[in-house]
C-alpha cells in the first residue's frame, strides 16, 4: 500500500459489533465504581489478558497508589502486546493483538468504549499522540515477524493511514515527543530513530547503546533519559539534545517487560512494566549529585 493509503480490518463488520456489544455492559458494571478517579498526566497504564480476563493497570504517582480493573471479554482484549496512547481529557487509546483481524479502540476515564477501525494485528508496537494523530511504529505480526512498519490513526476522520517504513524493523518499542518530532526506541537496534510528522521521514541517531534489547525514553524537563531494561544502565542526553549522551549510573535490576511505559513527575521517573500478567512498578530519583538506582516500587 501506498503512502498515505489507509486499510480496514477484514474482520465481519457485523460480527465485530455483535462481539463487542457483548463487551460493553461486562465493563461498564464492573469499572463504574472506578469512574473520574485517575488522571492520565500523573498515572501509568499497563493492559493485559488472557482467556476471558482482561485487566487494566493504573498507577497513580501522585499518591502512589494501584488500581485493577477486571472485566470478562470475548478476545477482543486478550494478550499482552497491546499498545495504549493517551490522550487528551483522559482517554486511551488501546490497540493490537487478538484476534488476528486486530483491535482498536478509545475508552474513556469513565470506560465506556468507542470502537475505532481496525488494522492488521500488530502487537508489542509503540503508540504515541501527537496533532490529534496516534502514531505506532514497529512491532510484530501474528506469526511473530518483526516489522519496520509505521503507520498514524487520524483521529479527525477515524481511519488508519501508512507511514514510510522505518529504516529497520523494530519492536518492544518505546517513543516520546522530543522538539516537535517523535523519538523512538526499540528492540533488535542499539539506534534511535527519530521521526519528522513534518517531513514525513525518518532519520537515526547514531549514538549506539549498550544493548539491542526495549530501551525505555523518557522526557524530563529539558534532559532525556533512557533506561536500558536488560543490563538497567541510565542514559542521560544533555540539554535540548538527542544526539549526545552520557551513561550516568548501573542499576543492580534488570527487566525485560512485555509493556513498558514511563512518567516523569516532581523530579521522579516512575516506569511500569508488564511481567507476564502482572504490573511491577519501579521509580528513579534524579539527582544533581550524588548516585541514582533505579528502585523498584
Known amino acids: ?98 484476534p488476528a483481524s486486530g483491535v482498536t479502540l478509545i475508552i474513556d476515564k469513565d470506560f465506556k468504549i468507542q470502537d475505532l477501525p481496525s488494522a492488521a494485528l500488530i502487537k508489542f508496537s509503540s503508540a504515541i499522540y501527537f496533532k490529534k494523530n496516534v502514531y505506532c511504529f514497529g512491532g510484530e505480526d501474528f ?21 514510510p517504513r522505518m529504516p529497520n524493523a523494530l519492536y518492544l518499542c518505546n517513543c516520546i515527543i522530543f522538539d516537535g518530532n517523535i523519538l523512538i526506541s526499540g528492540a533488535l537496534t542499539r539506534t534511535l530513530l527519530l521521526y519528522s510528522a513534518y517531513l514525513n521521514s525518518f532519520s537515526v541517531i547514531p549514538y549506539e547503546f549498550s544493548v539491542n534489547w526495549r530501551k525505555i525514553l523518557v522526557n524530563a524537563e529539558r534532559r532525556l533519559y533512557l533506561i536500558e531494561s536488560m543490563s538497567g544502565s541510565i542514559y542521560e542526553s544533555k540539554i535540548g539534545s538527542c544526539m549526545d549522551w552520557t551513561r550516568i549510573a548501573d542499576s543492580t535490576i534488570n527487566f525485560s517487560p512485555a509493556q513498558a511505559y514511563s512518567l516523569y513527575n516532581k523530579g521522579v521517573i516512575y516506569i511500569g512494566c508488564l511481567d507476564r500478567y502482572d504490573a511491577v512498578y519501579f521509580k528513579l530519583k534524579l539527582r544533581k549529585k550524588g548516585s541514582m538506582a533505579l528502585e523498584k516500587i
Open 1 to 98: 500500500m501506498g503512502i498515505g493509503q489507509s486499510f480496514m480490518s477484514r474482520r465481519d463488520k457485523s460480527t465485530h459489533q455483535k462481539d463487542r456489544s457483548k463487551l460493553r455492559p461486562k465493563l461498564m458494571q464492573t469499572c463504574q465504581d472506578y469512574a473520574n478517579t485517575v488522571n492520565t498526566k500523573t498515572s501509568l497504564y499497563l493492559f493485559s489478558g488472557r482467556k476471558n480476563k482482561s485487566s487494566l493497570f493504573i498507577y497513580n504517582t501522585e499518591n502512589d497508589s494501584e488500581q485493577t480493573i477486571n472485566w470478562e471479554t470475548p478476545e477482543l482484549l486478550s494478550g499482552i502486546g497491546i499498545s495504549i496512547a493517551e490522550l487528551p481529557n483522559g482517554k486511551l487509546f488501546c490497540f493490537g493483538n487478538y
Open 143 to 163: 506469526k511473530d515477524t518483526k516489522l519496520s512498519l509505521s503507520r498514524r490513526f487520524s483521529l479527525n476522520v477515524n481511519r488508519w493511514f501508512e507511514l
